[in-house]
């Protein structure tokens, strides 16, 4: 279970994104570096040229990676998931409890060889949105982490202002709901 109010970073985040953009940048550049490489007519420095980029881009990714992973942070607070990260841009959000509508976790074939995973955070108000709010990547504890994250929704969070620590249940919700079905059906009158 993680504390509140202390941040914390994902477990292996860095290598993920290591594996998948070097993964990419080998696939991407090793065909084109093998097909002029293999070529009779093209001369010598094109495939090296290319893959001297390569190396180049592979030593940005491993430097980036890293840089990335150090600077995302979460942190789990009475009423809200904060989260900052970014290199050269930073970013901040947080996403109150009360509108977190479901929290699902993720684990591929790569992540799973790392032992790690996601939790996805949808929030109400996203509209057509198919993507989370929020997403803690590479966390090993990741299905922990969900259960912990539901349960501060289940609490409910604060205190709406102006209750004085009281619910209002009972006559009150039901007389609303009586008049509104006396209402529907009102409509319904009408309409037929």
Partial sequence: MRQRHEWFGPDALATLYRTYLVGSLVVTMGIPIAVTALAEDIPWYVP????GLTIGLLAFIWWWSAAYARSVGFRLTDDEIE???GVWWHSQSTVPYSRITNAETKQG?????FGVGSVAIQTAGQGAQSTAELTIQGVADYEELREQILESVREGGPEPEGTGGTT??????????DALLDEVRAIRERLE
């Fill in 48 to 51: 090296a040229g290319l893959a």
């Fill in 83 to 85: 989260s900052r990260g």
């Fill in 109 to 113: 074939p790569i992540t799973r060889r």
């Fill in 168 to 177: 209002h249940t009972g006559t009150a919700d039901e007389a609303t709901l």
